[in-house]
């Protein structure tokens, strides 16, 4: 049987090699210059929300008694939760902002100094609170901060991990918060490096309900009763 043997139709040309390679160095350089670009605008708009210095803010230390009382309360509900029993815990806003100072180090760093619970949004879930957070200049490697102080809302919620919360809503005097920004903080969920810490971080798992109150926060093991549905 005669073997089938291809035969250029035309001369060859590198031209074809060359057009290719160019077109990739192009698309290559426009997206660092599309990348380049997004950095920049986004630096400019930091740099108008923040400033050189940090806001200081109250870091709230109970007294002994009721710092006791209050380790205790946090004890029996984790030993509950551990055990998976029903349990319930209720903390006030001075409790709360005490648990910022108490908190072990997540290798992140600790809460206290960048937040300050000051009152609460029951009806959105939010507890809001005055923040100083550290952010990033564009030459990061120089190790200068710039600060975000202003308010900020935290929605508290429960996903299957257990609870945790984000930055939903910024306020800053004076200025006007783009909501690209915001969405840019909400990829930070705040209890999520706790999580990976045991034994509290089973303990956070273990909570399926987490509702903002007036005076608070409350936490419980138990999942919510659905509400009732329309006959």
């Known amino acids: 049987m005669a073997r089938v043997q291809k035969v250029p139709t035309a001369s060859f040309s590198p031209y074809y090699g060359c057009a290719i390679m160019l077109m990739a160095v192009l698309t290559f350089g426009g997206i660092l210059a599309w990348s380049w670009y997004a950095l920049v605008t986004q630096d400019k708009v930091i740099a108008g929300l923040t400033v050189d210095d940090p806001e200081t803010l109250p870091r709230t230390q109970l007294a002994e008694p009721a710092r006791q009382a209050l380790e205790q309360r946090l004890n029996t509900f984790a030993e509950a ?40 949004d029951p009806a959105n879930s939010r507890l809001i609170a005055r923040i100083s957070l550290p952010m990033n200049r564009i030459k990061f490697w120089e190790g200068r901060k710039r600060y975000l102080n202003g308010q900020a809302g935290f929605l508290v919620h429960v996903h299957p991990e257990g609870v945790d919360a984000k930055i939903i809503d910024v306020t800053v005097p004076g200025k006007e918060v783009p909501d690209g920004f915001i969405v840019g903080l909400e990829i930070w969920t705040w209890v999520a490096p706790y999580r990976k810490l045991e034994p509290l971080g089973s303990v956070l798992k273990a909570i399926r309900q987490a509702r903002v109150t007036n005076s608070g926060l409350l936490l419980s093991t138990a999942a919510p009763t659905p509400a009732p549905t329309a006959p």
Do not use: C, M, W
């Open 81 to 120: 939760a551990r055990a998976g029993q029903i349990a319930e815990l209720t903390l006030s806003l001075e409790e709360l902002n005490a648990l910022l100072v108490l908190a072990p180090d997540t290798g992140y760093g600790s809460y206290a100094g960048l937040l300050h619970f000051e009152k609460t």
